[in-house]
């Protein structure tokens, strides 16, 4: 089974008319891999258009309620402390976390030149964003694509793992998005990013003397993995563990040349 790394958070967009959002309140359609040999496909990457819509915060700043405090005399003359009114303020975007902040300042601009493939230039504009301390989530999505258009794996994976974090309107998003990370760092330490079963796996015990892994069995009971499978896929088939042969991405030797920016895309 060979698929692009990219599946992981591509089959956690919502795509409506070319647009994708994040699922605030469902959960996203499984995307299309992207060709591995030329990259991650524009067309299956999330297309910046349109912001992040989430409840609370609305596209334009310009509509959060006016709570601005009121000067020292208005608020003498109204009988209320000026500290009351000034902590009735909205919070600034900076204070939220990503996935409750408002589209930030820029983001347009920078979406244009993501939809134009100027993939170098859009990486400049969302940089400059999250510099400002006010980078939503989309934000972050697109930044870590702009990294993976130019195998830029080594930030391309803080993105991932910064989405893996804040991504909450998604679960599945988050899942993905985690499961990227992961793949990218086992790859950039030269560990296969297939699911075989790995000699370091923690899941690893002593049971009458013997190491095994013990997975929980659909139905009851538990499926057992020893030494013996390390090296092969191990897949999940109606909420059971099948042990499907040798992995045909490292062979069974679990290793993998390390990852290297630049470096051709790894595949599962």
């Known amino acids: 089974m060979r698929v692009s790394l990219v599946v992981a958070v591509l089959s956690s967009f919502f795509f409506i008319s070319g647009v994708p959002l994040l699922a605030a309140d469902k959960e996203v359609a499984t995307g299309a891999a992207a060709d591995t040999a030329a990259g991650p496909n524009p067309s299956n990457s999330p297309s910046p ?31 209320t402390p000026e500290t009351a009114e000034s902590a009735a303020a909205p919070p600034s975007a900076a204070s939220l976390e990503p ?12 979406a244009e030149f993501f939809k134009q493939r100027k993939f170098a230039q859009a990486q400049k504009a969302f940089e400059e964003i999250v510099a400002s301390g006010t980078a939503d989530i989309n934000t972050h999505l ?11 794996y080594s930030k391309a994976v803080k993105e991932f793992e910064i989405l893996s974090k804040y991504a909450k309107n998604s679960m599945s998003l988050q899942k993905g998005c985690a499961a990227t990370a992961t793949s990218l760092r086992n790859a950039m330490r ?41 090296g092969h896929l191990i897949v999940q088939e109606h909420g059971n563990s099948i042990v499907k042969g040798i992995c045909p991405v490292c062979e069974g030797t679990t290793e993998v040349p390390v990852l290297k920016d630049g470096g051709p895309m790894p595949k599962l």
Do not use: F, M
């Open 190 to 230: 030269g560990v296969c990013p297939a699911n075989c079963l790995k000699g370091h796996d923690p899941r690893w015990t002593l049971k009458a003397g013997s190491k095994v892994i013990q997975v929980p069995h659909n139905g009851g009971g538990y499926d057992t993995l020893t030494p013996n499978d390390i």
């Open 142 to 152: 697109c930044l870590a694509h702009c990294y993976l258009q130019q195998k830029i």
């Open 99 to 110: 996935h409750k902040r408002p589209v930030p300042e820029g983001y347009a601009a920078a």
């Open 49 to 79: 258009a349109a912001p992040l819509t989430t409840p609370g915060s609305p596209h334009n700043p310009e509509e959060l309620p006016d709570r601005a405090p009121k000067s020292s005399t208005e608020a003498s003359a109204a009988g």
